[in-house]
C-alpha cells in the first residue's frame, strides 16, 4: 500500500503570514483602522490617529 503524505497544516487565519494590510474606515464621526486578520484599533475622533493606530499594527507582526 502506497504511503501518504502528511496532510497540509490548515492555514491560521487570525494571523496570516507576511505584512498586515491595516486600513482605516470611518463610522460617523469617528475613524479606526482594522486589519483582515481580525485586528480592530479603537474608535478615534482623529483620522490621523486611526491612521497611526493602522501603521503601528502593521510594524509589530
Known amino acids: ?3 501518504k503524505d502528511p496532510p ?3 492555514p491560521d487565519f487570525q494571523n496570516p503570514p507576511g505584512p ?3 486600513t ?3 463610522a460617523g464621526s ?3 483602522a482594522h486589519c ?3 485586528w480592530r484599533g479603537p474608535s478615534r475622533r482623529s483620522r490621523d490617529k486611526a491612521r497611526q493606530d ?3 499594527h ?3 507582526r
Do not use: L, N, R
Request: aromatic fraction near 8%; proline fraction near 17%.
Open 1 to 3: 500500500m502506497p504511503q
Open 8 to 10: 497540509a497544516p490548515a
Open 20 to 22: 498586515h494590510p491595516a
Open 24 to 26: 482605516t474606515s470611518e
Open 30 to 32: 469617528f475613524a479606526y
Open 36 to 38: 483582515p486578520c481580525g
Open 54 to 56: 493602522a501603521t503601528a
Open 58 to 60: 502593521a510594524q509589530q
